[in-house]
């Protein structure tokens, strides 16, 4: 007999539907594309910001840079100046003073550089400190030998009165050759024997020689007489 042709093979009906999504997927690119492309934009406004900002650093440090240089010139023409002037005698007067001098001109510093920050403030004070100790101790130099000159003038002073006093007669001259031998050997002491017009021996002999020149003008008066 005919086999009678069954209609989906007996399965009975069916729609064909094809596996898988009955609609098309979103890409998770699509969703992920504006968060990178706004996280793009932030790293370039970052860098933009961090550019900006190097730059304003280094323009800080360039004009840290020419104050240290334009205070360098300053600095040095005025502290020769102030040395050059200076009158004193020791070197604590001395230091006193350039201490004061230097601390004007930071002050002068700052004030005429508002834009300096702290640090830089730091790192200009830092650099100059090596021509601050240089000057001081000019400074101190000068007023030491200024105090030897001054000490020295006195000591030959005083053993020019002791020569007139010591030639008068013997006693006198032990006196003044004692007074004498005391004042030298403390010039010897204090650091200024060297500047003082006699030693001990040619004291006693300009004593002697004095001497001699008075009995002879005295010898020559009475003559006259």
Same mark, same amino acid.
């Given at each position: &007999?005919?086999?009678?042709?069954?209609?989906?093979?007996?399965?009975?009906?069916?729609?064909?539907?094809? +596996?898988?999504?009955?609609?098309?997927?979103?890409?998770?690119?699509?969703?992920?594309?504006?968060?990178?492309? &706004?996280?793009?934009?932030?790293? #370039?406004?970052?860098?933009?910001?961090?550019?900006?900002?190097?730059?304003?650093?280094?323009?800080?440090?360039?004009?840290?840079?020419?104050?240290?240089?334009?205070?360098?010139?300053?600095?040095?023409?005025?502290?020769?100046?102030?040395?050059?002037?200076?009158?004193?005698?020791?070197?604590?007067?001395?230091?006193?003073? &350039?201490?004061?001098?230097?601390?004007?001109?930071?002050?002068?510093?700052?004030?005429?550089?508002?834009?300096?920050?702290?640090?830089?403030?730091?790192?200009?004070?830092?650099?100059?400190?090596?021509?601050? +100790?240089?000057? !001081?101790?000019?400074?101190?130099?000068?007023?030491?030998?200024?105090?030897?000159?001054?000490?020295?003038?006195?000591?030959?002073?005083?053993?020019?009165?002791?020569?007139?006093?010591?030639?008068?007669?013997?006693?006198?001259?032990?006196?003044?050759?004692?007074?004498?031998?005391?004042?030298? *050997?403390?010039?010897?002491?204090?650091?200024?024997? *060297?500047? &003082?017009?006699?030693?001990?021996?040619?004291?006693?002999?300009?004593?002697?020689?004095?001497?001699?020149?008075?009995?002879?003008?005295?010898?020559? !008066? #009475?003559?006259?007489?």
């Amino acid at each position: &007999m005919p086999r009678i042709p069954l209609y989906n093979q007996g399965q009975g009906p069916r729609v064909g539907v094809a +596996s898988g999504q009955l609609s098309p997927r979103a890409s998770a690119a699509a969703f992920t594309a504006p968060g990178k492309a &706004m996280a793009g934009f932030q790293k #370039t406004f970052s860098d933009i910001g961090n550019v900006a900002k190097d730059f304003a650093i280094e323009q800080q440090n360039q004009e840290a840079n020419r104050v240290l240089q334009q205070e360098s010139v300053d600095l040095g023409r005025a502290a020769r100046d102030f040395i050059k002037d200076q009158n004193f005698s020791t070197t604590e007067e001395a230091r006193f003073a &350039m201490d004061d001098f230097f601390a004007s001109r930071k002050s002068d510093v700052i004030q005429n550089n508002p834009n300096l920050n702290s640090r830089q403030q730091r790192f200009l004070f830092n650099q100059i400190q090596p021509d601050i +100790s240089r000057y !001081t101790l000019q400074s101190e130099q000068k007023a030491f030998n200024q105090g030897r000159i001054n000490k020295s003038n006195t000591a030959n002073e005083l053993a020019q009165s002791l020569i007139s006093d010591g030639k008068l007669d013997d006693e006198s001259r032990e006196i003044a050759i004692a007074k004498y031998n005391q004042t030298y *050997d403390n010039a010897v002491t204090s650091g200024f024997g *060297d500047l &003082m017009s006699y030693d001990k021996d040619s004291f006693a002999f300009e004593i002697d020689r004095e001497s001699v020149n008075l009995l002879a003008q005295d010898e020559a !008066t #009475t003559l006259e007489e």
